[in-house]
């Protein structure tokens, strides 16, 4: 099982999401990207829904034993929902 580690920060700017609702949400994401243009690259994009049945965007990077999420947020900032549908069409 792939270990994945939520970055501090993630809570500290965004108080209305913990921990556990970032791990809910990755846990049940429905979309994923690599985001090849990224100077952290790898990087990858997921949204996903948490337990309160939010849409949360997280971005991550691989780590020797899974991932570490270093930033998310909700709702769905205006960036993330362009790329998605520049993604899509």
């Known amino acids: 099982m792939l270990e994945l580690v939520v970055h501090p920060r993630v809570s500290a700017r965004h108080p209305q999401l913990s921990d556990e609702d970032v791990r809910v949400a990755w846990q049940n994401s429905f979309f994923q990207a690599l985001r090849t243009g990224s100077k952290n690259s790898p990087e990858y994009l997921w949204i996903?829904?948490?337990g309160?049945?939010?849409e949360i965007e997280m971005v991550g990077v691989p780590t020797a034993t899974g991932y570490l999420i270093y930033h998310a947020n909700t709702?769905?900032?205006?960036?993330?929902r362009d790329e998605?549908?520049?993604r899509r069409t």
């Open 48 to 50: 996903g829904i948490d």
């Open 84 to 86: 998605v549908k520049g």
């Open 52 to 54: 309160k049945g939010r």
């Open 75 to 80: 709702p769905l900032s205006k960036r993330v």
